[in-house]
């Protein structure tokens, strides 16, 4: 079946460094991504002209253009253009990042937006002011919306990782393809054996944050 | 009887438009006033000035002797002493019966935790949803809902209770339920102005009756005078379209 090949020298490991690597970038990015994306979905609600045109050119761009070529444009392109000499690495977080944040700041600005005026109003109505209204009322409703939208982002951005190795970065996936490679005589059937174990270690990383945010969904179905 | 609330040529514009348009208005205290008229007629955003959710133009409003709108400063403080009950279901989904009804005066009032759940406990009792208070909002009905709001706005001990078309956005068969608690409320001597559709009870519940439109007070009486003697053309019209005989 060819799973015989990870118990050969440190491919074992090998593998889960590659994973290592996969969800060090995406963990990175996630955190930059959740604490931008609050950011700009705030000053999203503000309706201010500028702001709203800026941010739906960002998010369309997003949309519209496939995660390779942000890569490709940043590593590539920005490197010959800018004359910065960014790694594989730095580049894959600044685009899952600025993928990320234009997602996040829609959920973001969706949860806000979303709280109805009413529950602003029967708050202060009660004598609250605006930081008891926020601390009690607004910000519990909004995280309780917001965490299970951005845990899928999460998720979504772990799987996506898998595109870095086309820039060079050698995550799972590219650890996977050189230990096939290395073990084509002796392992004819390695190419299953491997890619099922990185199924399996795709599926480890990604079910926990996926069962969690059913559990929370769940619990905060209010 | 004493004076507990006083309006003084109230006036409100949106974009150009009077919506209230110099309206007095003495109210004492254990009197119930009851507002009528046409939908527009400004009769919701009446009472938001009157707590100060929507901004005046001209005039003011005064609770005692303490100017409350225009007053910035201690608006809070304010709102501690008008409660108000919404037209939609505005309870903290979040938090359950109990919790609904007990943040306030935790929060705001600062009193201990222990005997502000043993109040809310009696007054949910006496509105009949003691059951409830570990459930949450979405699991009762529009009534039931609208109860634990007038029971949220009680534990503030208000001096005076806003009910903004509290039935309005019930089912026919969840009205009496919510009325009765109100008109309870009516016995038990307290002050309320209340915006309602509900004409039988108008009646009923009401010390004195005004009818609104077009942003002014047109008429203004005792409850029998008021619905069997109108004397404006306007309100007798609008009266009219409350009955279906000829």
């Known amino acids: 079946m060819g799973f015989e090949v990870l118990l050969k020298g440190n491919n074992a490991l090998r593998l889960l460094g590659g994973l290592g690597v996969a969800m060090y970038i995406s963990m990175i990015s996630v955190v930059i991504s959740i604490t931008l994306g609050i950011i700009l979905g705030m000053l999203m609600t503000l309706k201010n002209p500028v702001i709203n045109a800026v941010s739906r050119v960002y998010l369309e761009i997003v949309r519209i253009m496939p995660q390779?070529?942000?890569?490709?444009?940043?590593?590539?392109?920005?490197?010959?253009?800018?004359?910065?000499?960014?790694?594989?690495?730095?580049?894959?977080?600044?685009?899952?990042?600025?993928?990320?944040?234009?997602?996040?700041?829609?959920?973001?600005?969706?949860?806000?937006?979303?709280?109805?005026?009413?529950?602003?109003?029967?708050?202060?109505?009660?004598?609250?002011?605006?930081?008891?209204?926020?601390?009690?009322?607004?910000?519990?409703?909004?995280?309780?919306?917001?965490?299970?939208?951005?845990?899928?982002?999460?998720?979504?951005?772990?799987?996506?990782?898998?595109?870095?190795?086309?820039?060079?970065?050698?995550?799972?996936?590219?650890?996977?393809?050189?230990?096939?490679?290395?073990?084509?005589?002796?392992?004819?059937?390695?190419?299953?054996g491997i890619f099922a174990t990185i199924f399996i270690l795709y599926f480890l990383a990604c079910y926990p944050i996926s069962c969690l945010s059913k559990y929370l969904e769940k619990k905060w179905e209010n | 009887?004493?004076?507990?609330?006083?309006?003084?040529?109230?006036?409100?514009?949106?974009?150009?438009?009077?919506?209230?348009?110099?309206?007095?208005?003495?109210?004492?205290?254990?009197?119930?006033?009851?507002?009528?008229?046409?939908?527009?007629?400004?009769?919701?955003?009446?009472?938001?000035?009157?707590?100060?959710?929507?901004?005046?133009?001209?005039?003011?409003?005064?609770?005692?002797?303490?100017?409350?709108?225009?007053?910035?400063?201690?608006?809070?403080?304010?709102?501690?002493?008008?409660?108000?009950?919404?037209?939609?279901?505005?309870l903290f989904p979040h938090k359950t019966i109990l919790q609904n009804v007990t943040l306030a005066p935790i929060k705001v009032k600062k009193r201990k935790?222990?005997?502000?759940?043993?109040?809310?406990?009696?007054?949910?009792?006496?509105?009949?949803?003691?059951?409830?208070?570990?459930?949450?909002?979405?699991?009762?009905?529009g009534g039931q809902k609208q109860r634990v709001a007038i029971v949220r706005a009680l534990i503030m001990h208000p001096e005076v209770l806003l009910f903004d078309e509290v039935t309005a956005a019930l089912d026919p068969e969840m009205v009496r339920e919510v009325l009765d608690v109100v008109l309870s409320l009516a016995k038990e001597g307290r002050t309320m102005l209340i915006v309602t559709h509900e004409m039988s009870f108008a009646r009923a519940v009401a010390d004195r009756v005004i009818f609104l439109d077009g942003g002014k007070i047109v008429e203004e009486g005792k409850p029998t005078d008021f619905f069997d003697n109108p004397k404006t053309d306007r309100l007798k019209k609008f009266l009219k379209t409350f009955s279906y005989e000829e």
């Open chain 1, 68 to 192: 390779m070529v942000l890569l490709f444009i940043v590593y590539f392109g920005a490197t010959k253009i800018l004359g910065l000499n960014l790694s594989a690495e730095v580049s894959a977080v600044i685009v899952f990042s600025f993928w990320g944040t234009a997602e996040m700041s829609d959920l973001v600005r969706g949860a806000l937006t979303g709280i109805p005026a009413i529950q602003y109003e029967s708050s202060m109505a009660l004598g609250m002011n605006r930081l008891q209204t926020y601390i009690h009322v607004i910000i519990p409703q909004i995280v309780r919306r917001l965490i299970p939208l951005s845990i899928n982002l999460i998720t979504r951005m772990i799987k996506t990782t898998s595109l870095v190795m086309m820039i060079g970065i050698v995550e799972v996936l590219k650890v996977g393809q050189q230990i096939i490679e290395a073990n084509r005589k002796s392992s004819p059937n390695a190419a299953f």
């Open chain 2, 1 to 90: 009887m004493e004076e507990i609330l006083r309006v003084e040529n109230l006036s409100k514009k949106y974009e150009d438009v009077d919506v209230l348009d110099g309206i007095s208005l003495s109210v004492k205290k254990g009197e119930v006033v009851v507002i009528v008229g046409p939908s527009g007629c400004g009769k919701s955003t009446f009472l938001r000035c009157l707590n100060g959710l929507e901004d005046i133009r001209d005039g003011s409003v005064f609770l005692g002797d303490e100017k409350i709108n225009p007053n910035k400063k201690n608006l809070s403080k304010t709102r501690e002493k008008i409660g108000m009950v919404f037209q939609s279901y505005d």
């Open chain 2, 113 to 141: 935790k222990a005997e502000v759940e043993e109040e809310a406990l009696k007054l949910l009792d006496r509105v009949g949803l003691i059951s409830k208070k570990d459930n949450y909002p979405r699991q009762l009905s």
